[in-house]
């Protein structure tokens, strides 16, 4: 941030009186302008033991797969955001059934909570953000084609639950490593 939203003036990076954090704090008007992390929702659209997934028709990852997912919108909860998602994506409609997995992705401040839904029905197809969407079995998976490592990860688990016939809610960070951009460390927290 260069400018103050309240007045315009120029901004610079300090900890205000009371905090513990740099921010950025308008020279002029006073003003705080707090950045916190970004709360992205999906959801696992699921019919008889398939998975709708989306293949992107936007950048980042462009062609590759992923759940329909993206950044909530203000006014709306985290469910109604996946619901909403999964319209915007896959024109499906879904039964939310609860919260599946929250992953913190601190290395690009994003925080991802992901619910298991049920597909209302099979009147489902691309929406303007995806090139097809597609329903897979664990083996018809393209898993090296998914978009990103918080949506492997997830359906790893979801797969994995499914064959125990019990699903429950996991929680916890996924990082990159320190030394390969490529590679990714989970810590799960247990609750």
Known sequence: MNFCTQCGAGLMLKVPAGDNRLRHVCGSCGCI????????TGVIPEWEGRVLLCRRAIEPRYGFWTVPAGFMENGESAHEGA??????????RIDIRGLYT?????HINQVYMLYRGQL??????????????????REELPWSELAFQVVCTTLRFYFEDQARGSFIVRSGTIERSANDQQHYRMQLIDD
């Open 33 to 40: 302008h707090y950045q916190n992390p970004k709360i992205v």
């Open 83 to 92: 619901a909403r998602e999964a319209m915007e994506e896959a024109n499906a």
């Open 102 to 106: 929250l992953f913190n992705l601190t």
């Open 120 to 137: 209302i029905d099979l009147d489902f197809g691309p929406g303007e953000e995806s090139l097809e969407v597609r329903l897979f079995s």
